[in-house]
């Protein structure tokens, strides 16, 4: 008893030093980042942010303003955060939900790898893996939904993977709650579940070849997990009366695989063929992880392999969202696109280093001699990501504010309204426009958008009656157009409006006769 006692003193020592030095790199992290103006480097952030915003402050507020193309969980955990303006608008709202889940994230892959290791070293090196990545502790603070994904999928995979040593229903109650969250974070979870249920099927037939047990597990499991998917299918068909909205929509992913068909999202190529989908895919995972790194990792994931066999399988559940990218990418749902100049959701290969971490952590328990080749390996090829400017993360997002002007020009969109509003309703769509609402400081509820329904509608038809200002992109052929340049009452909006500000990519109208509008 006594050595018990004295071995778990151990354990939860080495956990809080664990713990400790994740608070203190997260903190530093977020420093650097706040410092240098980089926590809404990606156009996404402020998407997030606004989203939650209009939940609360909208014309009209409710959960109907969560819209149908991002699932909700980060935007509800914001709601509270986005009503202070100092942190709504430096995105440190969004930064406090995306370190909370780097801690976790972080946290629960070095149990993970514990669990299968009983190596200290070997978990701290594979938890460093992922946790001292550059790309991951750019995106653990801003405010976007990558981290939360990681943490509560990571949490899910820990937890099952206990169900499958143990056999409690307690493991098994924790993981599908936790992946239920994974559910409503990113649709990455979705196939994670659907490969878990099989896990489920499996191993509990194997264990009593009784059909009525697998059932009640796989219901007992299901029940919980798949709720997440079952009630976005819901709001969905309540608020848009389809629920393959986030598929179908002209804001769907889809639709940037079709702008980039007709040339309009910079010099984007689309990828076609099953070689070149694998390797595109392949590249954006070395170009978060590093070449190096990534054999490092393969390597791994054939001892573990060799090892385990399928004796376990929640491991192998973190390599899904490879094969989901492809399966999306092929099908014409996701576009990705990588090369030396110019990339597109880079960040998509974030998730291997989940993946990474654990077989990196599992190798270095195999071979003690790999912890040298690992700590050296991950050191250098991370302070060069660094020191080289090759951040694939930040690369991407800081190419896509200087070379596409459509970003740098919405900004100055929304500093000239903010110098020149003299109050009163504004029409805009949001869709692409998302930077002129949070930057401009003016309040949400004065903006009419598309989540604003019949008003909308409405102001469209007759805007003199109903705002006070319209905002409308230029281009009206493009796939991603601007809804209300291509909706809107040209003869009404010519006859009561007055273009006052053009920069070549947005119109700002102000209207001539205020007495027109309708208070």
């Known amino acids: 008893m006594l050595k018990l006692n004295s071995a778990l003193?151990?354990?939860?020592?080495?956990?809080?030093?664990?713990?400790?030095?994740?608070?203190?790199?997260?903190?530093?992290?977020?420093?650097?980042?706040?410092?240098?103006?980089?926590?809404?480097?990606?156009?996404d952030a402020v998407g997030h942010l606004n989203t939650a915003r209009k939940?609360?402050?909208?014309?009209?507020?409710?959960?109907?303003?969560?819209?149908?193309?991002?699932?909700?969980?980060?935007?509800?955990?914001?709601?509270?955060?986005?009503?202070?303006?100092?942190?709504?608008?430096?995105?440190?709202?969004?930064?406090?939900?995306?370190?909370?889940?780097?801690?976790?994230?972080?946290?629960?892959?070095y149990k993970l790898i514990y669990k299968y290791t009983k190596n200290?070293?070997?978990?701290?090196?594979?938890?460093?893996?992922?946790?001292?990545?550059?790309n991951v502790l750019l995106y653990q603070s801003a405010p976007m939904l990558?981290?939360?994904?990681?943490?509560?999928?990571?949490?899910?995979?820990?937890?099952?993977?206990?169900?499958?040593?143990?056999g409690k229903y307690t493991d098994l109650a924790a993981a599908a709650f936790s992946l239920l969250l994974a559910a409503i974070t990113r649709f990455e979870a979705w196939p994670i579940i659907l490969f878990l249920s099989l896990v489920v099927v499996v191993k509990t037939f194997l264990k009593k070849k009784n059909f009525n047990f697998t059932q009640a597990h796989l219901m007992y499991f299901l029940t919980i997990a798949g709720s997440g998917v079952g009630l976005w299918l819901v709001f969905l068909t309540a608020i848009f009366e389809d629920p393959l909205f986030f598929v179908q929509s002209i804001y769907s992913p889809s639709a940037y695989v079709e702008a980039a068909r007709f040339g309009q999202i910079g010099g984007i190529n689309l990828v076609s063929g099953v070689g070149q989908i694998i390797k595109v895919v392949f590249d954006v995972m070395v170009a978060n992880s590093g070449i190096a790194a990534m054999y490092t990792g393969a390597l791994g994931f054939v001892i573990f392999l060799l090892h385990k066999r399928f004796k376990t399988l929640a491991p192998y559940s973190l390599l899904i969202p490879a094969v989901f990218y492809m399966f999306l990418v092929y099908t014409g749902q996701l576009l990705i696109f990588f090369n030396v100049s110019e990339s597109y959701q880079v960040r998509y290969g974030m998730f291997v280093l989940l993946p990474m971490g654990l077989f990196v952590g599992y190798l270095v328990n195999w071979r003690k001699i790999f912890a040298i080749w690992v700590i050296g390996l991950t050191l250098t090829s991370y302070s060069l990501m660094v020191t080289e400017n090759n951040v694939a993360t930040f690369n991407e997002a800081e190419q896509s504010f200087v070379t596409n002007s459509r970003e740098s020009r919405l900004k100055e969109s929304a500093y000239w309204l903010k110098e020149n509003y003299s109050g009163g309703r504004i029409l805009m769509a949001l869709f692409l426009n998302e930077e002129i609402m949070f930057y401009s400081r003016i309040p949400t509820r004065e903006f009419i958008h598309e989540g604003s329904q019949d008003l909308f509608n409405k102001a469209l038809k007759n805007p003199e009656h109903e705002v006070d200002w319209v905002i409308t992109g230029v281009d009206n052929n493009n796939v991603l157009t601007d809804i209300v340049n291509k909706e809107i009452n040209k003869q009404n909006l010519n006859k009561f409006f007055h273009l006052s500000y053009e920069d070549g990519y947005t119109r700002i109208y102000d209207l001539t006769d205020r007495k027109v509008v309708a208070k």
């Open 120 to 134: 200290f070293l070997a978990s701290v090196i594979g938890t460093s893996v992922f946790a001292l990545n550059p």
């Open 55 to 109: 939940i609360d402050l909208g014309t009209p507020s409710g959960l109907g303003q969560l819209g149908g193309i991002w699932l909700p969980l980060q935007h509800l955990l914001l709601l509270p955060l986005v009503l202070f303006d100092p942190l709504y608008y430096t995105g440190i709202a969004g930064s406090i939900i995306s370190m909370a889940s780097y801690l976790a994230a972080s946290y629960f892959l």
């Open 9 to 43: 003193q151990i354990i939860l020592k080495r956990e809080s030093l664990v713990i400790i030095t994740l608070v203190a790199i997260s903190l530093i992290s977020f420093w650097v980042a706040y410092s240098n103006d980089w926590i809404l480097i990606h156009t």
């Open 146 to 166: 990558e981290l939360l994904f990681f943490a509560t999928t990571i949490v899910g995979i820990y937890f099952f993977s206990l169900w499958e040593e143990k």
